[in-house]
């Protein structure tokens, strides 16, 4: 698992796909949150707006990055 650091208390789930480079395009993030697989926190989430606070855990197609604050 790898830690991504963010600015400030709060990131959006799409937002944090690209930055922890788990997928290449905003797109791809679009289809894969909307198709289910996407994780937060170990349960399925398929909202792309959904907020993100240091300590979650994202898994897509098996790789994982946390959130972490700077």
Do not use: C, W, Y
Not at 5 to 34: C, N, P, S, W
């Amino acid at each position: 698992m790898r830690d991504v650091a963010i600015d400030g208390d709060m990131i959006r789930l799409g937002q944090f796909l690209k930055l922890a480079d788990l997928i290449d395009t905003g797109g791809e993030g679009k289809v894969l949150i909307a198709s289910g697989d996407v994780a937060v926190n170990g349960e399925v989430d398929t909202r792309r707006g959904r907020q993100l606070h240091p300590g979650d855990v994202v898994e897509v197609l098996g790789k994982q990055a946390r959130v972490v604050s700077t």
